[in-house]
């Protein structure tokens, strides 16, 4: 990988309830010293805080994933948050087990680290990871 090749950050799922979730990515880009040389973010906002919608909002679409790119740098630290606005309708644990989402990390188009986490439907995630370009 060329030293001048940003990493691209993807996240998804395939989950029915994944609209009832805002999602942040925010990324700190670093230099082989450890100096910060860059900042960016990506936001998937669907609803406010407590909105506990009854249905998916009509313009939130089926395939909602959120990408970002970043600037050529030596590695980075990574902060996802997965924070649910509206909560599941029921108390059954049956019916509010964790789902899946999916980390999809490139540099300069070559796969870096691919991932499922688990997500807990009630309280959502935070989620720090530092990533090596090699």
Known sequence: MAANEGFTIEISSRYDGWWRYNVA???GCFDAAGNRTGFVSAESHVADVGANLKKKPAETGGDRSLRLATEACDHLLLYIYIVPHTLPAGNDI????PFE???RITCGGRPLRTEKRLINQWSGASVEMRVERE
């Open 25 to 27: 990515l925010m990324c």
């Open 94 to 97: 049956g019916d509010t087990q």
């Open 101 to 103: 989402v999916d980390f």
